[in-house]
Each structure stands twice: as structure tokens, then as C-alpha cells.
């Protein structure tokens, strides 16, 4: 693997990569949840960075996905490292049995921005308006639609709905998996609470929805100083997860 001052020069290379185009979202950082489908390392990637951008005749800023060349940077200095942290728990093995959902709700056509309304934005808060992204995910192995939001008072957090229809929840179950699983359950439906080993800022919320199809809902620490505890940020992402359900339970 590259010495330090190598990994700090593709560090760079990626930042000043990602934030060349306009964005207000924090960084893409790595996230070792699960492993790259179609690949042996286990490293996947939080949502929250920036692209292209355009406007959407609805008013939303609407990013064009630049992920490639990042992606490509990242795995050339992620390939082999991010080792579990001595003492922390060992990801579950074994896939524990979920709950049946109460019924199948496709997200095919579904545009996550439309599953928090602005009342939902302001009592979760966030300030900053919702970005829907469309891209492919390396982790979730095809193209996702996602909305991100950002609240900067009084404190600053970073909120991701994803919509994955190409992977389901038992991805999360899969070998490779560095994260510390959780079963819940979301509006009656079974989920997940999905917390890395190796990194401490944030907090996903899966909810199986429909047969390899799962909304997965997160918080993330926004960069201000002191973080907010990853404790605080599950509770937030459950929340979140609720009130996602609620609403696209709601559409039909």
C-alpha cells in the first residue's frame, strides 16, 4: 500500500476532483458497510458529495453523476486497508430472520425528494433545499435516485434518502460486510440498523420495501465541531425513516 505521503496526494487528487464543480454537499468519504458487489473489497461510499448540476424544470437542483474517476482514485488507495478497529464488534455472520413485510411497495419511478415535505424538512433540521442525484452505486450495484438535504441551525447534519431497486436488504447480510447490524423495524416493515466499524460520523437506516428493493435513509455528522454522537444520529435516522415510510406509504 502507498506511504502516507502518497495516500495524502490522492486524497487531494479526489477533493479537488469533486468539489471542481459547484456543490454545497460535504465530501464523499468511504464507507465500509458492505462490499463492493462484483468486487472483493469490502469499501463502498457515503452519498454526501458533490457533481455536475442542472436545474430541473420542478425547481430542485438535479446532479449529473461524476462518480467514475472518483471511484476509480479511491479503490487504487482503498484496495486492502480499513482494517476493524481492535475492540469493536465483529459483523454479524450470520443473517438474522426478518419479519415478512406487511405488503410489497415497488419504488420503481419514485422521486425521493418527494418523501419529506418542507414541513418534514424544517422539524428534522434542515435548512438547505432537497438535491435529487440519479447515478450508479457502487454499492447497491446499479442506477439509484437519491435526495439530500443539509441543516446547518442549530447544529450541522447531513440527511440522504436512497432509493436502490437493483439491491435489496440482504446485502447487508452478505460476506463482506463491515458493519454492526441491527434489526428494527420501520412503519411495520423489517429493517436494519447499519453501523460501520471503522467510522463513527453517521448512521443508515435500511427498510426492506419490496423484493431487492430497500430505502435506505441516513445521517451525517455535517463537519462542525464537536461531531454530533453517532447514538444521536441513529435516533435522527430512524426518525427519518419513519416519516420517509409514512410519506410513501401515502402515495399509493
Known amino acids: 500500500m502507498a506511504g502516507s505521503g502518497g495516500q495524502a496526494s490522492i486524497i487531494w487528487l479526489i477533493v479537488w476532483v469533486r468539489f471542481s464543480s459547484r456543490s454545497t454537499r460535504a465530501p464523499y468519504c468511504p464507507d465500509p458497510r458492505v462490499a463492493e458487489p462484483g468486487g472483493n473489497d469490502p469499501i463502498a461510499f457515503t452519498r454526501f458529495g458533490p457533481s455536475g448540476s442542472a436545474t430541473r424544470a420542478s425547481g430542485r437542483r438535479y446532479r449529473r453523476p461524476v462518480r467514475r474517476l472518483v471511484l476509480l482514485l479511491a479503490l487504487a488507495l482503498l484496495a486492502g486497508c480499513g482494517q476493524p478497529v481492535a475492540g469493536t464488534a465483529a459483523p454479524a455472520e450470520v443473517a438474522p430472520e426478518l419479519p415478512p413485510r406487511p405488503r410489497v411497495v415497488p419504488l420503481d419511478g419514485v422521486d425521493p425528494c418527494t418523501l419529506l415535505t418542507d414541513d418534514d424538512l424544517t422539524d428534522l433540521g434542515l435548512d438547505g433545499p432537497p438535491l435529487l442525484d440519479v447515478g450508479l452505486s457502487a454499492l447497491y450495484g446499479g442506477e439509484?435516485?437519491?435526495?439530500?438535504?443539509?441543516?446547518?441551525?442549530?447544529?450541522?447534519?447531513?440527511?440522504?434518502?436512497?432509493?436502490?431497486?437493483?439491491?435489496?436488504?440482504?446485502?447487508?447480510?452478505?460476506?463482506?460486510?463491515?458493519?454492526?447490524?441491527?434489526?428494527?423495524?420501520?412503519?411495520?416493515?423489517?429493517?436494519?440498523?447499519?453501523?460501520?466499524?471503522?467510522?463513527?460520523?453517521?448512521?443508515?437506516?435500511?427498510?426492506?420495501?419490496?423484493?431487492?428493493?430497500?430505502?435506505?435513509?441516513?445521517?451525517?455528522?455535517?463537519?462542525?465541531?464537536?461531531?454530533?454522537?453517532?447514538?444521536?444520529?441513529?435516533?435522527?435516522?430512524?426518525?427519518?425513516?419513519?416519516?420517509?415510510?409514512?410519506?410513501?406509504?401515502?402515495?399509493?
Open 144 to 252: 439509484t435516485r437519491q435526495c439530500t438535504a443539509r441543516g446547518y441551525e442549530p447544529r450541522a447534519i447531513t440527511f440522504s434518502v436512497e432509493l436502490s431497486v437493483t439491491g435489496g436488504i440482504e446485502l447487508f447480510f452478505r460476506p463482506g460486510v463491515r458493519s454492526e447490524i441491527t434489526p428494527i423495524e420501520v412503519a411495520g416493515f423489517p429493517a436494519v440498523i447499519a453501523l460501520p466499524v471503522t467510522i463513527r460520523d453517521f448512521c443508515t437506516v435500511v427498510v426492506d420495501v419490496a423484493p431487492g428493493q430497500l430505502v435506505d435513509v441516513q445521517m451525517a455528522n455535517g463537519g462542525r465541531q464537536p461531531p454530533i454522537p453517532q447514538a444521536d444520529l441513529c435516533v435522527d435516522a430512524q426518525r427519518a425513516a419513519g416519516i420517509v415510510m409514512g410519506n410513501l406509504l401515502a402515495q399509493g
